[in-house]
Structures are given as structure tokens and as C-alpha cells.
């Protein structure tokens, strides 16, 4: 079989620009490598699109009852079950009592409706992210018989680092378990799957996340803090990213370096404690909660930071780490991250060594010429971890499927 | 006898508009919203202005008028003295009706209703100066006596309103300090020459302030002739009752259908049917006086929630951070040597700003929920920062 016939029925939760988090960024990335490698997508979204996306086809007509959630609500891919319950009781309106009551029903519902959507597109794969949409691959499978890829772009393991809900581990145990392959975001992630999920290492293919460094090209852009020097944290604040971390960094930071700005722009349900935990370390006078940004402004905010630190607590990728280095920003990032094997030219640390990874930030913001050799030499290797490099690895995996 | 000494409190913040992050380093006006109509400020002072200030001054420009000894005593900031001139001009002429009397006396205050005691001698002081000087260009008087922002207080806020001129203090009437004492008599505070201090009546005042239309309350309904027995049994008990309050009670915290306006119209005239009672301004009555004992209040004391302290204000780390950040940025505002920065950052002095991002009884969604322009303590700090690190921008770009 031809490369350029093969047909995929992907099955996302969110799709870039109208994304909460990494995995809208990934499957925007991977789908767009996949489509220049000359596959036909057929990408399914439990929520109506309101950009236009030209490279694949967009299912999400059908499924317009599913998505009570648009992006920037709350329930995005990563609202947790606690969260999702509290959204919900706020009273989001009688048309909701027609859908499913949590997060996981959402996901199961999203399941049913694939059964049309397998019946009426013609693939030759289907391929899933992450566990809201196993069930949708498994009912999939069913009905077209055609092979089944689940990608993990993070675990539940991940997400509450153990403390785990019991339903959604278990739906990505079965998706995990049923699928014919496995694509993991890194080797970090692929340890996990086996040692959690006992999935069989052979099944596991590791495909790196890319970084489109069009959108990160260095411009001019105005300066949030022209006179003092940026370190800049960017994802969801929550349990998994370890900013708590970076805030105890930053109070050891402040006593070298008092003329500085700690941004963290991202928003998530430990908004609230974070900012309680800023302030009792005595550093929120120094601290920006920016909330969430996406396009240009996600872009200054990249522009104006001397330097970037990626704290996680656990992080089968971790995307941000790319679009920093390519914005040409040193960094600073967790050992316990998938995107620490791709490169080598940061500083890596454990996320709970904050005296580490303050003097780490120091380092960077005391030595320019440094920072400057790093990031150069961070972007070259960067610059190699594309999405077209991530779909031509992809579509081997189809091709020991098909 | 006794004189009952009536005193209102004037007040409305600066609220802060919406500041998102992205927008740090671009300047503005932190006090605007985009569009007159959606102005929260000017929304807020001519609502407050049509339910309170302006029917209220009119029923004590009648009082006044028709009840011979009758008197009152205001404090009004400076914060909101110039949301007046702004936005409801018809209000300061009212009020400006009133003083004509001479049977007003106008009470020092700090301008932007500040913390500054807390945090900075130097800046309290320019503040109280300030508000004097106003009152002075806008009214023709002289402040003699002092109340502290919210009625903070303590011996040294007694020795510093003593040293800055004033004749008179102003505090809360906290059980843990009077102890055995009523706050019915004229003291003077602990390590202080001459300044008298007069103590608020806090059940009394509370009675119409927070407990009037309260309908679980066993007195409710409230009648001002009941009041006015209240106050008669303080006869050879004591020689003043100090009725201190927000003058926003009347109309806005009780609202007209409560029958707060009959009932302040009513009061006095009750009060009046017992010939021995009085009317005295806060000046007046701790100077008509004798003092009859030495209040020692080392701790600061407020008017505020049921602990009488600074925890309003300053409790949590959210507040706590914020408050630090704004003073440590005082000597840098003055540095740089321009008015409008200064004129900002006294602005994000006034005490509302923190009261925003109370946790006390969050969940409750309580009394400080009711007057946050922000959905949450979080988001009150959060906003506040931004203006905050958008000023020390501006700051540090003129040193």
C-alpha cells in the first residue's frame, strides 16, 4: 500500500489554536506533519471548531450535542473530575441535564457517537490521544476492524502523580491494552505505560513531540519588563507542572538577583493555591500571574523572559520547553520530562532540588554569554525535532499495521 | 443628660478596572473603565449618591433646621470628595449646605483612606495634612478632631493625632481594652497630654448599622422611639453616646424600604421628648466633658467585623504581600518627583483594595464580597498586582 492512500480516523479532545494545553498543541503539530507526508486525516473533535483548519477534515458537526465545553471554559482536556463536578453545579443551564454528568461520561458519549463517524469515513487506521478518546478508538475498532494506535501524550499517572482516579486509569488501561500499537511522547512516558499500565514494551513506539519554529521566530516585540530581568514559567497551573517549585526557586533567586520578574502565564484549578503560596514565601510581590495566552501574546511573553524554567513534577513531554528554545530562551527544565532525552543544551534538574534550579536561573541571568551559547545551541538541536520528523515515525508505526 | 453624638463616616475607593497582565508596561488610567456608562466608580458614587447622599442630607438639612441643638459630625476622604467634584457635583454642594449651618463639624481623616499608619509614619501624616487641606479649600474649616482610616487605633495613633494638632481622637469601643469601662464617658488615651478620646457606642451603633432591618433580630422591628429609651437609660450612666457609623447605612446598607429615612427623621425628635438630652458635635462633647479615665490601647484596634482589629485588611498572605509591595515602592514614587505617579500609588493605598482580598469568610460570600467589584479574593489581588507592577514600571522609568 501506497503511503499517500492512507486514510486515518483520529479521534482528539482539542485541536490548536483552541487549545487549553500541550496535547491541542501536539495534535495540531503531529496531524499537520502527518497531512504533508500525504495522509488523509479524518480528525474527530468533541467540540464545534470555530477557526478553519485546511489540511485534514474536521468532524465535528455531528458531534456539536457532545461538546458543552468550549476552550477556555473549564472544562478542558485536562479539567480534573473535581472540577468538571463544580463547573457543572454552577448551573450551566437546563439543556445540559441531556449530557453526561462527569468528565468520563463525556468521554464515553464522545465513544458512542464514533460508532457513525467509523461507519462513515473510509480509513485504513484509527488513531487516538490520550484516554477521553480510547473509548471512541475502541468502538471504532469494532466496527471498522482497522488497527487501532493509541498515543499517550500524558497518563493519569502523570496528572495526579499516583494519587490516580481509579475510572480514568482503568479506561486507559483498556485503551492502552486494546490498541494494536502504542505511540509514547518519550521514553520517560513509555516507562510509565509498561510500568503502570503493563502494556508490552514491544507495542510501545517512541515518537518525540516537534516544535514549529515559524511560530516562535524571534521578533520584535514590546517588552513587559523592559527594566528588570524575566523568568518565565509557562503551562497549567496544576499538580503535574510543579510551579509551587518554581516559586520556592524564586525566593532563592531574589536574594542574588532582587531586579527581577517571575512570570507564569497558564491558568488550572491550583490558580488560587499558588498564588497563596507566592505570597506566604514572601516572593508575590515579584511573581506575575499572567493567566492563559496563546498566539502573539504566548510569543512575548517567550520574548521578554531571560529565562525559562520548566518545573514538572512529571512530564511525558513537555512542549513549552521546545517553543522557549525556540524562541531562543535558555532553559531550565525537569529531569522528570520527555523532552529532557531530546536535548541537551539546558540545564536539567530534579523539579524538587529548588536550590538547584535556583542557582541554575542564577547562572543563566549572571552569565549572558552563557545564556547566549546555550539557547544558540539548544535551537540547533531543537531545530531538528520537527512534526514532519514526528509523522514520518508515526506513519512507520501505520506501516507495520498495515 | 446625655448628649448623643451622631457621626458619619463618608467613603467611597477608587476601584480598581480590570487589568489584564499583557497589558503591564502600557500605562493608563488604573481607575477608568473603557466607557462612562460601564465606569464602575461613577456607577457605583451616583447610585450611591441618589439612594443615600442626597436624601439623606436632606433629612438632616431639615433636622438641622428645625431641631434647635441638633448636630452632627462627618468625616468625608479625599477619595471620595473628588469623585464628587467628578461625578456628582450636586452632592458636594449638598453636603457643603450642611456645614453652612454651623452646626456641622468635619472630622479628620486620612485623604486616601489609607493603612498608612501601618506602614509609613511620613505617609500617614501627608495624607492626614492633605485631607485637612481640602477640607479647608472645599469647606472653609478646620479639622480639630481625628479618626483614623476605619477607626484604626491605639495609644501612638493618639499621640500622633496630638503632635499633628488635633484636639480629639476617635476610636472603637473594644470590650478586651475598656474592660470595665463604658464607652459612655470622655478618656484620655495612655501617653498623650491634652487629646481626648471618645469611644463608639458599638452595640447602639450597631443597632442601626448593621442589625435595623435585620428580621431575626428580637428588637427588629426597630422604632425610634424604642432607640430613644435606649439612649435615655444611659442617663447617670454615662454623658455621651457616640453614634458612630457609615453614612452609607442610610439608604444603602438599609434601604429605603427598610424605613431607615422615617426612622432617622423620627430619632431626633424622640430623642428630644427627654429634655435633658443633647446634641453635641465629636469636638464638643469631649471637650464639654470631664475626663474620667486613661484608656491604654497598645494594640490597633479598628471599627471592622467582629474582631475589632486589622484583619480585615491585613491577615492574609494575599493582603499582606500586596501591602508590602505598595510601601516598599514609596521611596521610589517620591523620587521620581512626579505628582500623577504619586497621586496613583496613594490611590492603591486605600484600604478597600486589600478589604477586596479578605479570605475571612469568603465562603460565606459576606459583607466584604458585597462591595468587591472582583468574582474573588484571588482575582482582587491578582488585578491589583498588575496595576502595581505597571506602576513601579513607570516609576523606574523616571529614576
Known sequence: MKQTETKVLMFGWELAPENSGGLGVACYGLAKGLADCGVKISFALPRKMKGKVNFMKILDHKLHGVQITAIR???????????????????????????GKTLFDEAMRFGEMAVSWSKSQNHDVIHVHDWMTYPAGINARKVSGRPLVAHVHATEYD????????????????????????????????????????????????????????????????????????????????????????????RRVLVYEPNIMFVVVGEGDMYERLMWKACEL??????????????????????????????????????????????????????QSGVSETVENVFKVD???????????????????????????AKREAAKLTWNEAARKTLAVYRELL | MASVVFYFHVHQPFRLAPFDAMRIGEGGDYFQWKGEMDDRNVKVLRKVAKKCYLPTNRVLARLLDEIEDFKVSFSI?????????????????????????????????????????????????????????RVKELFG????????????????????????????????????????????????????????????????????AFRFSNRGWKEWPLTAEKYAKWINQVNGNGYVVNLFMDYETFGEHQWQDTGIFEFLTQLPREIKKCPDNTFMTVGEAAWNYKVADEVD???????????????????????????????????????????????????????????YMCTKWFSDGDVHKYFSPHESPYVAYNNFMNVLHDLRERVYTEL
Open chain 1, 73 to 99: 471554559t473549564r472544562m478542558g482536556a485536562y479539567m480534573f473530575e473535581g472540577e468538571y463536578q463544580a463547573w457543572r453545579s454552577r448551573g450551566m443551564g437546563e439543556e445540559l441535564k441531556m449530557y
Open chain 1, 159 to 250: 496528572r495526579t502523580g499516583g494519587n490516580v482516579n481509579s475510572m480514568i486509569a482503568d479506561a486507559e488501561y483498556r485503551g492502552l491494552n486494546s490498541a494494536d500499537r502504542v505511540i509514547a511522547v518519550s521514553e520517560y512516558t513509555k516507562n510509565v505505560v509498561r510500568k503502570y499500565y503493563g502494556v508490552d514494551g514491544e507495542k510501545i513506539h517512541v515518537v518525540h513531540n516537534g516544535v514549529d519554529f515559524d511560530e516562535f521566530t524571534p521578533v520584535v516585540m514590546r517588552k513587559l519588563f523592559p527594566k528588570s530581568k524575566v523568568a518565565l514559567y509557562v503551562g497549567r497551573l496544576t499538580f503535574q507542572k510543579g510551579v509551587e517549585y518554581f516559586l520556592r526557586a524564586a
Open chain 1, 282 to 335: 514572601g516572593v508575590g510581590h515579584r511573581v506575575v500571574f499572567a493567566g492563559f495566552q496563546t498566539g502573539l501574546a504566548l510569543r512575548a511573553c517567550y520574548q521578554m523572559a531571560d529565562v525559562f524554567v520548566m518545573p514538572s513534577v512529571s512530564e511525558p513531554y513537555g512542549i513549552v520547553a521546545l517553543e522557549a528554545i525556540a524562541s531562543g530562551i535558555p532553559a531550565v527544565i525537569s529531569k
Open chain 1, 351 to 377: 523539579f524538587w532540588d529548588t536550590e538547584k534550579m535556583a542557582d541554575m536561573i542564577t547562572t543563566i541571568l549572571a552569565y549572558p554569554k552563557l545564556a547566549k551559547e546555550m539557547s544558540r545551541m
Open chain 2, 77 to 133: 476622604t479625599g477619595v471620595v470628595l473628588e469623585q464628587f467634584e467628578k461625578y456628582a457635583p450636586e452632592v458636594l454642594e449638598s453636603f457643603m449646605k450642611l456645614v453652612k449651618t454651623g452646626k456641622v463639624e468635619l472630622v479628620g481623616d486620612t485623604y486616601h483612606h489609607s493603612l498608612a499608619f501601618v506602614f509609613s509614619r511620613r505617609e500617614f501624616r501627608e495624607q492626614v495634612r492633605l485631607h485637612q487641606k
Open chain 2, 141 to 208: 474649616v478646620e479639622t480639630k478632631s481625628f479618626r483614623n482610616t476605619e477607626l484604626i487605633y491605639n495609644n501612638d495613633v493618639a499621640k500622633a493625632a496630638e503632635e499633628m494638632g488635633f484636639t480629639t481622637v476617635l476610636a472603637e469601643g473594644v470590650d478586651r481594652y475598656l474592660d470595665w469601662r463604658s464607652p459612655n464617658f470622655v478618656y484620655k488615651p495612655k501617653g498623650t497630654r491634652k487629646i481626648r478620646l471618645l469611644l463608639k457606642n458599638y452595640r447602639l451603633s450597631d443597632d442601626i
Open chain 2, 297 to 355: 490601647m497598645p494594640e490597633l484596634t479598628s471599627w471592622a467585623d467582629i474582631e475589632r482589629d486589622l484583619s480585615a485588611w491585613l491577615e492574609n498572605p494575599l493582603q499582606q504581600s500586596a501591602s508590602r509591595a505598595v510601601y516598599e515602592l514609596e521611596e521610589a514614587v517620591r523620587k521620581s518627583k512626579r505628582p500623577e505617579l504619586l497621586d496613583v500609588w496613594r490611590k492603591l493605598t486605600t484600604s478597600d483594595h486589600y478589604y
